[in-house]
Structure formats: structure tokens, C-alpha cells
């Protein structure tokens, strides 16, 4: 599973619903396999092909991704298999994001006691059991960030410190740097770029476009920053030029000289950021000379610049009530100079799905937008405020938690998808699908939704999208607790499998639904189950059944499961809260069985006044459909059906146009 911008955690929260749990599992679970040589995990280096998640171009699973460049994963397969390394800690992550932001924070090390430390203060030490244990890091959960540096320390049986890695804050890209990772025997020259601050310190978080161009006896390859949504090419046809953007502050570049004593020069320049080169003669590295043609500033051809970072920062506590229901959060975008200035809010479930606890409106004053947090129901929430950077996905992704309590628990609107993972209660613990979907094992699993609202106008039509290898399957839809309510009714699915992605079926409830409900829905099959959502449709032209009706009186009638029957002397069926709008009905249809020739009163009784039209319906053999011409009243109304002395009606149901 991802995050909005597609990419995968190293925290071990990010995972398929097929796969291992996290990557601490993986390796214990071999470590403590008797007959196991080592481990084989699929897969080492990520690849073009096969993605996971699948809109992407490749798959997350490797420890090393396309440019080559280690994940944070990687050294936690280095501490727990590689015995005879020197002693290391790789702490995570970068250090920059909102002031008093709650930020787990990890550290992998093939030493097994390590302390964390934040502008100097220990904020405890953590042991790590590589031989025995299931949790293979060190983690300190929640750390309020403040700006500074934090450093893990990991120290020998005797107390003294073996080594030690650290974050630092930053501020924006001021210059480029340019280092030769290697050299291949065939004469390719691996090259790897990145930037810093105006204090040398590297901007982690850089996207800053970067243009590669070789000058002499060579030619640039390609190049590639390992971001799984980034689709740029990897080459150029001129192969004396190519632009890419730095991912995580990383870009590779690779570049072919025909002889190892080729000459030629590597430069690396981004707008408005002072420049790198490599200066190579005879195939080796010219340090004086790649110094004295770094460190300035040249034109390029796309002055690009994407946004790195947006700092959230709240004007009052992030603790709503009834006495404190708002708040406004001041959004400033780094660089400043940024290119993509249009942001989007949204109250975040830690699912990765809009929350119903809060609403966002935003203005814009100037450059910098703010936007006002109003409370809405009871539950915590992530604000979180993006930027896109020009692509389909959102690239950038601040956040801000937030608590809101006092309020109460509103109602769900049916008329929006309601995500599986919002369920109110379930038969097992729900485990996510994607894009807020839940998993379902074979055999009995069930989803309950309490508090859907209809409203007034009420619905009878809706949709589930699933996802499953299956093409045909069955499901229950109940009305209330599964067991203890009632059955609406029994749904199949028909959908070709498409991996990955969800289809919906729509299907027709035996009647309609009004006010609130509990809602269940019952699998027997293992799939994905992305939520439900139903049909809007105005209550007064809509197709509605005899027994949807307010309220029903009269001396003699019989409710079945389809339609009213044996209505007789002085029967009146009321249909309250019917809006026809600005522009009255001008005729219905009734589908009905006329035992004998009917005469119906239709009463109009709204804001336009009152009035009274009759309808025939002559004797028939079974249930017809008749249409007749009226006209109504505008507006608000409640529509009676009278029948008088004398009746016999079977009614089915009714639709005004």
C-alpha cells in the first residue's frame, strides 16, 4: 500500500495484502528456519515491470531501486546478515518538517544497543536482538520535530561508542555536488548528483532539475533518480545533454568514454543553483580543475523550479471542541520561487482516505494560502496539504494531526463512496486493501456501516466496486447487524478480473430506504471490497414503491413484500418531504392490479396551496402500468393516494414526470 504520492514507507506500514507484514518478518523467520542456507527475497533490485502498486511504472520491492541507489531497508538486511561488517547505524528519516510534527523515527544497526538523541537531549536507548528478536530496529515513535539534528549513537557492551549517524535540518538548494560512485571496466563512469544548502548540508528532499551535459570524448548514457512514478526518459537522443529532476536529493548519471584515457567534462547546473563539474583527463578525475569550473551559476535551458517542501504552521491548538471548533493553518511553499504553486487540503484518515471529523476551506492571500479547519465530528485526522509539481500525482505531501473531541459522531452521506476501511464494525480486523478498501478471506466476513443517512429523498440504487480474481461471486446487503436485521437481498457480481483494479456492480434495492440506517454487507469470497455508494435521486420523480409510503390508514389493506394489497374503504397512503422543484408534474405512472374500476383521489398539499386530481383505473387481470395526465403544484408538497368506499386496489408503485 501507498501513500497519495504513490510511494511506499520504509516503516514497515507499507505492504501488500498477499505479501510478508514488513521486512522485520521476512528475515526472522528465515533466521530461525533450521534448514535454511540464507535468504533469496524477491527482490534485491527493483525493475521496470510488474508494478506494485500498479500505477506505477515498476515494482517497490527491492532494497536497491532502479538508479541503484540503497533504501533505508537496505541496511537492515546488511545488520541482520552481514556478521562480519564493521559497526553502523542508519538512522531515518531526513529532519525537516513542520514544527511539533509527530514523527517516527528509526535506526538499523548491527549493534545491539543504540540512543537517540534531539539537539543534544537523549530521548532514551533502544536494544536491538538481531539473533533472537522480531522487531530488527530501534524506533522512537511520535517524536515531536523540532528544527536541529538528530543523532543515534551505538555503543559497545562497555559503554563506549562504536558509531554513529545523524539527520540534520536544512533549508533550500544552493549549490550542486557531483561524486564518481565508479568506474567499469568497459569505460562507464558512474556519476551520482545532488544539492545543498547554503551551509553544505544536503537537502534531502530536493526535486531540483538538474541538466547533465558532457563536453569531449564521451556521451551521456542515461540517467535515472529511482522514482517509480517519474516517467522521464532515461536517455536522449543528443547524447551530449539530458534534464532529470533529483529524487530524494539523488540522480545517476552515467556516462561512456571509448577509451580509458579519454578526456572530457561531466556539468551538472540547475537554475538559480550554483554549479558542479568533474573534469576527467587521461580517464581519471582532475580535482583542482572540476573545483575551479564549479561553485557558479550558468544558464539552462528549463529554469524549472518544483516545490520541495510545504510548511504547515497553526495559528491555535490542534485540540478541536465545541469551544474551539476551528482553526486556521498557514501553508509557505520552499523554494519560494517554486513553479507549482497550486495546493491541495484534505482531512486525512491515517488509511489514506478523507476524513469526516473536519471540512477545509482555503483563501489565498497573495502567494500563501491558508486554510481554515472547522470540526465536524469526533476522531483524529491528518491534515495534510499538497503539491503535485506539475504531475498526475500528488509529489509532495505535508501533514499536521489533529484531535477533535466533544462534538459527537455525525452521520454518513450514502451519496459519496463510504471506504471499506471506514466500517463501523466487522467480523475480523479489518485488513486494507488499496485506495482504502478492505481484504476478505474465504469464508464469512461481513462489514457493518452504522449511521447512513438517506435523507428525506431516500435511495434505492447503489454500487460496490470490488476487486477479484474471481469473475462471478455472491453477497448479502442487510438491513442492520448482520444476523439480527434484515435481509434486503442477495447480490451477484459479474466483472472480468482486472488485477488490481476495481470494478462496480450496481444493483436495485426491493425497496426504498429513508432516514438512517445501519448497513451490512456479507463475502464469502476472498476479495477486495472497496465501500459503497449510493444513487442521489430526487424523491418526487423517482420510481417509488407502494410502500414507501409516510404513512398509511384506512379501514382495510395488507402489506406484502412488493406492493399494498386489498386496499379498501377509505385507505389514504401519504408521501411527505416530495420537492418537485420550481416546475410542477405533469403526469404519473401507476403500476397496479384493479380488481374492480378504481377511482384514486391524488392530494397535493404544499407551500403552493392545495389541490385534488382524480384518476381511473379501470379493472384489469393483473398488475399494468397506466399513465395519466395531471398537473401538480410546484414546490414542497405531501401527495395522498385516497381511495374511497368501494375500492379493491393492489398497489405496486408510482413515478411522476
Not at 501488500?16 to 528465515?30: E, L, P
Not at 515491470?49 to 515498476?58: L, Q
Not at 420537492?579 to 384514486?600: M, Q, R, W
Request: contains cysteine; proline residues 3%.
Amino acid at each position: 500500500l501507498t501513500a497519495i504520492d504513490n510511494q511506499c514507507s520504509c516503516l514497515g506500514n507499507c505492504t501488500t495484502n498477499w505479501g510478508a507484514k514488513n521486512t522485520s518478518f521476512v528475515i526472522s523467520a528465515d533466521r530461525d528456519t533450521h534448514f535454511s542456507l540464507g535468504q533469496f527475497i524477491w527482490t534485491g533490485w527493483d525493475y521496470i515491470g510488474e508494478p506494485t502498486p500498479y500505477s506505477t511504472k515498476n515494482s517497490f520491492f527491492g532494497q536497491i531501486d532502479t538508479a541503484g541507489f540503497e533504501k533505508d531497508t537496505f541496511y537492515l538486511y546488511k545488520a541482520a546478515w552481514n556478521k562480519s561488517a564493521e559497526p553502523f547505524v542508519h538512522l531515518l528519516p531526513y529532519w525537516d518538517f513542520n514544527e511539533g510534527q509527530l514523527i517516527d523515527v528509526r535506526a538499523y544497526s548491527n549493534v545491539s544497543s543504540v540512543e537517540l538523541f534531539l539537539n543534544g537531549k537523549s530521548l532514551g536507548k533502544k536494544n536491538i536482538d538481531l539473533e533472537h528478536g522480531t522487531d530488527l530496529s530501534a524506533s522512537w515513535l511520535k517524536v515531536p520535530y523540532e528544527k536541529g539534528e538528530i543523532a543515534a549513537v551505538a555503543y559497545a557492551d562497555d559503554g563506549s561508542e562504536l558509531c554513529r549517524d545523524s539527520q540534520k535540518s536544512f533549508g533550500d538548494s544552493a549549490s550542486l555536488k557531483m561524486s564518481l560512485e565508479k568506474i567499469s571496466k568497459k569505460g562507464y563512469y558512474f556519476i551520482d548528483i545532488s544539492s545543498v544548502d547554503s551551509k553544505n548540508v544536503p537537502v534531502a528532499n530536493s526535486r531540483s532539475r538538474v541538466e547533465i551535459t558532457v563536453n569531449g570524448d564521451a556521451e551521456i548514457i542515461g540517467a535515472d533518480n529511482g522514482d517509480s512514478t517519474d516517467y522521464e526518459c532515461y536517455q536522449n537522443k543528443d547524447k551530449k545533454i539530458i534534464s532529470r529532476r533529483l529524487f530524494g536529493n539523488r540522480l545517476l548519471v552515467i556516462v561512456k568514454a571509448p577509451n580509458e584515457k579519454s578526456d572530457f567534462t561531466v556539468t551538472a547546473a540547475s537554475y538559480g543553483l550554483e554549479c558542479a563539474s568533474l573534469v576527467f583527463k587521461s580517464g581519471k578525475v582532475d580535482l583542482e580543475a572540476s573545483n575551479a569550473m564549479s561553485g557558479i551559476e550558468l544558464e539552462v535551458e528549463n529554469n524549472e523550479v518544483p516545490v520541495r517542501k510545504i510548511e504547515l504552521s497553526c495559528a491555535g491548538s490542534r485540540t478541536l471542541t465545541p469551544d474551539n471548533s476551528s482553526v486556521s493553518v498557514r501553508a509557505t511553499v520552499f523554494p519560494p520561487e517554486a513553479k507549482f504553486q497550486n495546493l491541495s487540503w484534505m482531512p486525512m484518515m491515517l488509511e489514506g482516505v478523507k476524513s469526516d471529523s473536519a471540512e477545509i476551506t482555503v483563501d489565498k492571500v497573495g502567494n500563501v494560502e491558508i486554510g481554515k479547519v472547522k470540526a465536524l465530528s469526533d476522531g483524529n485526522f491528518r491534515l495534510t496539504c499538497t503539491a503535485s509539481n506539475g504531475s498526475r500525482y500528488s509529489e509532495i505531501i505535508s501533514e499536521m494531526e489533529f484531535e477533535v473531541s466533544g462534538l459527537g459522531r455525525t452521520v454518513r452521506n450514502p451519496y459519496h463512496l463510504i471506504e471499506a476501511c471506514k466500517c463501523s464494525s466487522s467480523s475480523n480486523p479489518v485488513k486494507l486493501s488499496f485506495t482504502g478498501g478492505a481484504c476478505t478471506e474465504n469464508g464469512l466476513t461481513w462489514f457493518g456501516f452504522d449511521r447512513i443517512d438517506f435523507g428525506n429523498d431516500g435511495s434505492d440504487t447503489f454500487s460496490v466496486p470490488i476487486f477479484s480474481f474471481d469473475n462471478e461471486l455472491d453477497f448479502e446487503l442487510w438491513d442492520g447487524k448482520n444476523g439480527s436485521g434484515t435481509k434486503l437481498m442477495n447480490c451477484h457480481y459479474s466483472a472480468p478480473s482486472i488485477y488490481n483494479t476495481y470494478q462496480a456492480n450496481t444493483y436495485k434495492l426491493p425497496r426504498r430506504l429513508f432516514g438512517v440506517h445501519e448497513l451490512t454487507f456479507v463475502f464469502k469470497t476472498a476479495l477486495s471490497f472497496q465501500g459503497v455508494e449510493f444513487e442521489r435521486s430526487e424523491k418526487a420523480y423517482a420510481k417509488l414503491s407502494a410502500l414507501d409510503c409516510s404513512s398509511i390508514t384506512g379501514d382495510s389493506f395488507t402489506k406484502d413484500l412488493e406492493a399494498v394489497t386489498g386496499i379498501g374503504n377509505n385507505v389514504v397512503l401519504e408521501f411527505n418531504a416530495m420537492d418537485f422543484g420550481e416546475k410542477a408534474a405533469d403526469e404519473i405512472t401507476i403500476c397496479g392490479c384493479s380488481h374492480v374500476d378504481n377511482t384514486i383521489h391524488l392530494k397535493f398539499f404544499g407551500d403552493a396551496g392545495e389541490i385534488i386530481r382524480i384518476v381511473e383505473f379501470p379493472k384489469t387481470d393483473g398488475y399494468v402500468e397506466k399513465t395519466f395526465s395531471l398537473r401538480g403544484l410546484p414546490g414542497k408538497n405531501t401527495v395522498s393516494f385516497v381511495f374511497l368506499p368501494g375500492s379493491n386496489f393492489d398497489f405496486k408503485w408510482f413515478q411522476f414526470r
